[in-house]
């Protein structure tokens, strides 16, 4: 790289000294003021600087360098704020929006470059807004001034006052959430010159054909339009420019369809023309045929009214191989089936489902189900194939699979005073056993369940000799079976020999001599009772 001219730099440090000192005298901070201006202005003089290297740059082409044209670019683009510079830069603009981030923060690593590429289209699209991001961490009180108190938050100013960013979280949709919100809800096209430069710049969007852009069926369209922040949408009254948006379709007025960028490119609103209908349709039909789940997008995805999701969790090699047919089983479900890809390996996604699932160690690929209208989840436990995941998917839908329950091997009950039941042996052993059963219910993860099991223990040997009393533990954790719902541990559990549809809860705090009464209470036979304790 040359180095900078002198005379270049000179002058640029100059002006920025006076500035510095003019600004000292004229600005009102926003929040504490107690922050070491010294090296906020050493680091503006470096900023100038860095673009003085950019210009020299510019007029020696044979020193570009792509990254560091791409980098100064955003940095030109999206404004670094500070203690001082915060108050100023919202007080002097319309629209601001911001984010706050932290640099340890895995979540703000990954929408940084989508901020800074939705800057760089909003700016080339003529959208006055200006993009700023905060250290939250650097500049704290800052940050709690503008009500920034987790990491990634975005905010957008308008005129001084913040409202919460609610949009999606790539550049474009970014892109479009800042556009609506700083100006027309809906992009009017009139011709298909203007048509087609619309297209270069959206590959997603709802297109509305209407005659007139007037009454009841377009005013919905509108609220729609208004109300839905994470699509872009288009209208027009000129068929030839509906048929360059949605072509190959035989279109008459009014009419929606939405557009993507995949296999399945276009589809029809078949509807009433009422505002819910249209959100709800653009809700079901906006992801692709196989979404990957990131952090960015996981809440929008896991809040999405399709109730039966299909999650395919794989190594990222492995899904690149089966991703096409995927795609031709995932069509045929469509819109019944949200299909969705989780890296195996990202342990914030994929663990929480596996655990779920009794697969926390797995590295082979593993594809479930889950219907959250019945709070059900299904296990594919043949290879993952596309024919059998087809299989697999139709018999959920059908309610012929079988839901899953997580369930340890069954041991080996020969030798001990309790029996260990797990998830496939609790109907032969509890509810299909002619005998009453004492039944300690824990998990791991609990904090009293160890001393529960040491009263149970000597429960058992009490209690040793009676032909019609079993005891029993279960690990609620590894274990699950529809009929045994639980959610406080340790939990005591008293099944009647005559009714084990109606297990009586005994309290797991009482003493051994109160439990002691209760067991002898509840096997209401007087001869088969032993002395308390």
Known sequence: MYPPKPTSRFIILTLTLVLLLTLSFTVTSFGDTNVDNDDEDAEGIEELLALDEEAENQENP?????EAEVLSKAQKIVIELNQDSTKRVIDGNEFVLILGYAPWCPRSAELMPQFAEAATELKELGIDVVMAKIDAERYPKAASNLGIKGYPTMLLLVNGSSQAYTGGFTSQEIVIWASKKT???VIRVNSVIQ?????????????????KFEGSEYEEFIKAATSHNEIQFVETSEMGVANILFPNMKLSYPFVG???SELDRYTTFEGTLKMEDILQFLDIYKFPLVTTVTELNSVRVFSTRIKFQV?????ADDFKDVVEPLQNVARKFKPEVLF???????????????TLLGR?????TV??????????KFLLESDPTPSNIEEFCSGVLHGTQAPFYKSQPIPDNTEGSIQTIVGKTFDELILGSPQNIFLEVHTPRCITCEATSKKVEKLAKHFKGLDDLTFARIDAYANEHPKLQVNDYPTLLFYPAHDKSNPIKLPSKSSLKDLATLINKNLKTDHKTKDEL
């Open 62 to 66: 044979q020193v570009k360098s792509s």
């Open 311 to 315: 999650y395919i969790f794989a190594e």
């Open 367 to 376: 594809v479930a189900a889950f219907d959250n209208k019945i709070s059900s």
């Open 258 to 260: 939405l557009v993507k």
């Open 195 to 211: 048509a087609k430069e619309f297209l270069k710049k959206h590959s997603m969007f709802a297109v509305g054909l209407f005659e």
């Open 340 to 354: 969705l890809y989780i890296d195996i390996k990202d342990n914030n996604l994929a663990k929480p489902f596996l």
């Open 183 to 185: 100006g027309e809800s």
């Open 360 to 364: 926390e160690e797995a590295e082979d």
